[in-house]
Each structure stands twice: as structure tokens, then as C-alpha cells.
């Protein structure tokens, strides 16, 4: 069992940064692929970067060129920093890894509870 705990979010001007961290506790896992995804109020979730097996790294288009996504093997934690944050970038923000198992399990894919990031003056 993998747990995942998010934090960072907050309440941010626009044009300012902020950095969320997703840290994933258990045992005998690795990450595989990662990713963060947002929901806004009334609209769907949406990804926002995923970065499969260390290789292809994928962002939306919203925020490509404005954010980073990064891990931490040793610490087990995925990061997202966001740059020149705009009102519209306001939602609740998950993380998502897929991971597998010591034993050859997997990939089993986890959820963190969400961050809320409000952008706004």
C-alpha cells in the first residue's frame, strides 16, 4: 500500500511561482510514471504534466513553457513547479503516480487527496 501526501498549495498572486510536492510513503515500490492533473469548479479533471519512466515528459499546453515536473527518487517525491501563475491556473491540483513492486506487482496507480491553488490579487 502507497500513501501520497500533497502539499503547497495556497494562495498565490498572479505572476508569482509556487512548488507542490507529492511524497509517496510505503515500502518495496518504485515510481514508474507520475503525474499531476487539476480540477477546476465545474470542469473536469485535467492533466497538467505526466513524466513516464523517467523518459517522455508531457505538459498541457496551458502551462508548457510554465511549469516543471521533477522527482526525488531517494525522498520518493514528485514536484510541480508552476511559474508566471495565471487567475485561470486556480483548482485543486492531484497527484498521480503509477507504481510497481518490489515482488514484480503492478503497476498499481495512487491518488493524492489534492491541493487547492487559488491564483488571484
Known amino acids: 500500500q502507497v500513501q501520497l501526501v500533497e502539499s503547497g498549495g495556497g494562495l498565490v498572486q498572479p505572476g508569482r511561482s509556487l512548488r507542490l510536492s507529492c511524497a509517496a510513503s510505503?515500502?518495496?515500490?518504485?515510481?514508474?510514471?507520475m503525474g499531476w492533473y487539476r480540477q477546476a469548479p465545474g470542469k473536469q479533471r485535467e492533466l497538467v504534466a505526466r513524466?513516464?519512466?523517467?523518459?517522455?515528459?508531457v505538459y498541457a499546453e496551458s502551462v508548457k513553457g510554465r511549469s516543471t515536473i521533477s522527482r526525488d527518487n531517494a525522498k520518493n517525491t514528485v514536484y510541480l513547479e508552476m511559474y508566471n501563475l495565471k487567475p485561470e491556473d486556480t483548482a485543486v491540483y492531484f497527484c498521480?503516480?503509477?507504481?510497481?513492486?518490489?515482488w514484480g506487482g503492478g503497476p498499481y496507480d495512487y491518488w493524492g487527496q489534492g491541493t487547492q491553488v487559488t491564483v488571484s490579487s
Open positions: 498521480h503516480v503509477a507504481i510497481t513492486t518490489a
Open positions: 510505503g515500502s518495496d515500490f518504485r515510481i514508474t510514471t
Open positions: 513524466e513516464i519512466r523517467g523518459d517522455s515528459t
